[in-house]
C-alpha cells in the first residue's frame, strides 16, 4: 500500500465554536490508483490534500506513505517528500514567472535531482506545448498554464500525484481537456493520482470516487 490515511480529524475555530471539516477520514491508494475526491466547496477536500501533502498538520490520526507516518516528520522530512515522491497540482497553476515553460516543466525534477532522465521533447509534445517552450507563463492562456503545471508535477516521476480541483478555474472544454491528459499522465507513468473536484462528471473517469461532506468520507 501506498498511502494508508487513518482517522484524520481536522478543526478550525469558528465565531462561535470550532467548525470540524474532517472527522476520522480514513483511506487508501496503492500504485497505479486513480481516486476522485468529491464535495461541495468547503467541505475539506484541500485541507485533506494539504494534511496528505505535510503542508497543514493534523489534530489527530496518521498519514503513512510507503510505511512512514508523515504526521510524525520534521519541516525537512516533508519538504523532501515533496520533492522526491509527492507532486501538487494547484487550481492557481502556481506557476513560477520569472521562468519560461521549458524551465517550469523540469524545476520539480531539477530539485529532485532527475532532470537528466526528463524527456523534454515527449513530454512538451504530450502536453501540447512543443511550440511553447520559451514562452513565459504570463504568455499563455490558463489551460495551457495548467498543462504546464501538470507536466512539471509528473515530470519528476513522483509516487503521488495530488491535484486540488485543477480544472477549476477553466472553462468546461479546457478542463476536460487537462483532466483528461493529468489522467492519461499519471497512468502512464503509474503514479497514484488522488484529484480533489467538484464535477461529478469528471470524476466518473477515475478508478474509484470517494464524497467528503460534513466531515465524513463515503465511497
Known sequence: M??????LRKAF??????ITVLDGV??????GDVVALTGESGSGKSTLLHIIAGLEPTDDGSVLFDGEDICLMDDGGRAALRRNSISIVFQQF?????????QNLVFHARLAGRAASVDL????????LADHL??????????????VAIGRAVASEPKLVLADEPTGNLDEDTGQAVY???????RRTGAALLIATHSM????????????????LTE
Open 2 to 7: 501506498l498511502l494508508d490515511v487513518h482517522g
Open 13 to 18: 475555530p469558528g465565531s462561535e465554536r470550532q
Open 26 to 31: 480514513s483511506l487508501s491508494l496503492d500504485a
Open 94 to 102: 502556481n506557476l513560477i514567472p520569472s521562468l519560461n515553460v521549458r
Open 121 to 128: 521533447p515527449a513530454l512538451a509534445t504530450s502536453l501540447g
Open 134 to 147: 520559451e514562452k513565459f507563463p504570463e504568455d499563455l492562456s490558463g489551460g495551457e498554464q495548467q498543462r
Open 180 to 186: 483528461d491528459l493529468l489522467l492519461a499522465l499519471a
Open 201 to 216: 462528471r469528471l470524476a466518473g473517469a477515475a478508478d474509484r470516487r470517494m464524497h467528503l461532506s460534513h466531515g465524513k
